[in-house]
């Protein structure tokens, strides 16, 4: 196991944990439950192999597309998410969001795919994976989720070794494929484009303070360097536990537990990329090792990118999307995903380990390790 994606993992727990607690005190004992659920899942995926992955790939691709097509049908929501539906509701505990699972399918579906066909040629077998998954979460509607989902398929395409030429048609060409469709689902879903327009009018709510964003900015600032705790006087905004967590660790931890977070994330990079530069040493590669490889770049991506779309709404960059900050924010669905994903990440860097040439080892592991 990686030492370093295992800190990462219970650093940003623990950060959340604090921020969960200082936000609803009342779910702190849950969400606690929650966070050693997928520390334990995490523990259990690292030690399986990445063949083990790829055998089941397709299954459980196929097995997420049924679930986001059970949303269409039997659906639920919030009145938080503005009615539409994106939640799998069993009664109990059982009560999850396809869609996460839905982007960690497609990464062993692609990674799989690539390692099996190569880059060069079924491309548009590849097109259509990421176009299907994308298009079923489109449909619910939820936009941030589809966007992350669509970006998730081209860095697994680069990931896996597709030239940046094919990858620039292919976005070029759904992008204009695109364009007549677009007029139609934004009426449809009028609350897409209420929301950017709010966002975009917001500058003269933001200075008085009256809007949630402004409100969790204030909050953030008035953390300070060492934070007030979670009994400090704070103010009662949208999402305070979930999407604008960020702000409520700001003011539990201040600018040290921000810092932390973002140190975490870092780490989790570093780890994929470890991954990367030492399979490119393993000669020759193997179809195990490619796949390795690229699921631990496409885990990476489902991790950071996502914090970055939560972390530049609650800048106010973005309009609000409904994306929660991974690990930290409460949350059963992105906690398992997630926690699912670091598995994937730890088993990738063992097996590439294993692979090592002698004369790599540990010599040269420890030269990367402290780059």
């Not at 990118?305 to 900050?325: D, E, R």
């Amino acid at each position: 196991m990686s030492i370093q994606l295992l800190l990462a993992q219970i650093l940003l727990m623990a950060l959340g944990l604090i921020a969960v607690g200082t936000a609803r005190p009342d779910l702190i004992v849950d969400h606690g439950l929650k966070l050693l659920v997928g520390l334990g899942l995490t523990l259990f995926i690292a030690r399986l192999r990445p063949t083990a992955f790829l055998k089941w790939a397709t299954f459980a691709w196929l097995g997420t597309l049924i679930l986001l097509v059970l949303v269409l049908i039997i659906g639920v929501g919030t009145a938080e998410s503005g009615g539409t539906k994106r939640w799998l509701d069993f009664g109990g505990p059982f009560r999850f969001q396809p869609s996460e699972l839905a982007k960690l399918g497609l990464v062993l579906q692609l990674s799989s795919f690539f390692s099996r066909r190569g880059v060069e040629r079924k491309l548009i077998s590849a097109t259509a994976m990421i176009l299907v998954t994308t298009a079923l979460i489109i449909l619910e509607p939820d936009m941030g989720t589809s966007v992350l989902t669509f970006g998730l398929g081209i860095v697994l395409m680069f990931a896996a070794g597709v030239r940046i030429s094919n990858i620039a048609w292919f976005g070029l060409g759904l992008g204009l494929l695109a364009i007549p469709g677009l007029n139609i689902y934004l009426q449809r879903h009028p609350y897409i484009l209420e929301r950017w327009n709010g966002h975009q009018s917001r500058g003269d709510t933001v200075s008085v303070g009256l809007d949630h964003i402004g409100l969790a900015h204030r909050d953030l600032t008035n953390g300070g360097l060492w934070g007030l705790g979670p009994d400090g006087p704070r103010y009662i905004y949208f999402a305070a536990h979930t999407d604008m967590i960020i702000a409520t660790v700001g003011f539990s931890t201040g600018l040290l537990g921000v810092v932390m977070v973002f140190f975490a994330y870092w780490m989790i990079v570093n780890t994929a990329l470890q991954v990367s530069l030492l399979a490119a040493r393993i000669r020759p590669m193997t179809p195990e090792i490619h796949a390795a490889s690229t699921m631990a770049t496409g885990a990476m991506f489902m991790i950071v990118g996502q914090a970055m779309v939560n972390l530049a709404v609650a800048a106010g960059i973005f309009p609000v999307t409904g994306v929660p900050l991974p690990l930290v924010s409460y949350g059963f669905s992105s906690i398992l995903t997630m926690s699912l994903a670091l598995g994937i990440i730890h088993s990738a860097m063992r097996e590439v380990r294993s692979q090592l040439p002698a004369e790599n080892d540990p010599a040269a592991l420890m030269a990367v390790a402290s780059d």
